[in-house]
């Protein structure tokens, strides 16, 4: 039984490989987090939440897990 | 390839875990980076306001002169709003004011100037030298006038 919170298997497989709607997937699944993040001296802050969303699609694609 | 339910699984997890580190560091950088920016920023009301400078400038043209002196080379108007320069043009010939104008304003090479008047490229050359040479002794022939003109 797999964790139903987190990102399925497919949809990492997909977006490691720079699959847009897999990517898309995946930035909405954090966009709470992200938002939660954003606030920067308690208030909401685009320019960070662009900043997020733009290191994470970077980070996403420089995913490994295949040995 | 084919993988494991429980590699699977494990591999959700590791991802999850990565995607929460890489938001964590980039929020802390992006905090960093903001705190950064606003202890230096500084609003450009307040440097208006506290600077006795004028924020901005406004070029005035031909505002000196009576009447600027107008230059035409192939087509083109050159005004040129230095007196003295202008002087001093108007003292060259016809030709040698041509191949200044056609190397400095149309950035035209020594070889091309040559070329427009079927001469070589040396040729060219020693006109633009001469030219210059001219127009410097032009210049300092009436910067003399002019100062001999004040001390009177």
Redesign the interface.
């Known amino acids: 039984m797999?964790?139903k919170k987190?990102?399925?298997?497919e949809v990492?497989e997909k977006a490691v490989t720079g699959e847009p709607e897999a990517i898309e997937l995946?930035l909405q699944h954090?966009s709470p987090?992200?938002k939660y993040?954003?606030k920067?001296q308690g208030h909401f802050?685009s320019?960070?939440q662009d900043?997020?969303q733009a290191?994470?699609m970077k980070?996403?694609i420089q995913?490994r897990?295949?040995k | 390839?084919i993988?494991s339910?429980e590699y699977?699984?494990h591999?959700?997890?590791?991802?999850?875990a990565?995607?929460?580190v890489?938001?964590?560091k980039?929020?802390m950088s992006?905090?960093r980076d903001?705190g950064r920016k606003q202890k230096r920023e500084v609003s450009l009301e307040y440097i208006i306001s506290e600077t006795p400078l004028e924020p901005f400038t406004t070029d005035t043209y031909f505002e000196q002169y009576d009447k600027p002196t107008v230059f035409a080379v192939k087509g083109k108007k050159f005004v040129v709003a230095s007196k003295r320069l202008a002087d001093a043009l108007l003292k060259l010939s016809e030709q040698r004011r041509n191949v200044l104008f056609l190397y400095f304003f149309f950035g035209y090479t020594d070889a091309q100037i040559g070329k427009k008047y079927g001469r070589s490229r040396s040729t060219a050359n020693y006109w633009k030298l001469a030219a210059l040479k001219q127009l410097r002794k032009e210049m300092e022939r009436l910067e003399h006038e002019e100062q001999e003109a004040d001390t009177f």
């Open positions: 797999r964790n987190l990102i399925p298997f990492i995946v954090y987090r992200i993040l954003s920067y802050n320019d960070i900043r997020l290191q994470l980070a996403i995913f897990f295949y | 390839m993988y339910e699977k699984e591999i959700e997890y590791t991802f999850a990565f995607c929460k890489v938001l964590h980039a929020a992006a905090y903001f």
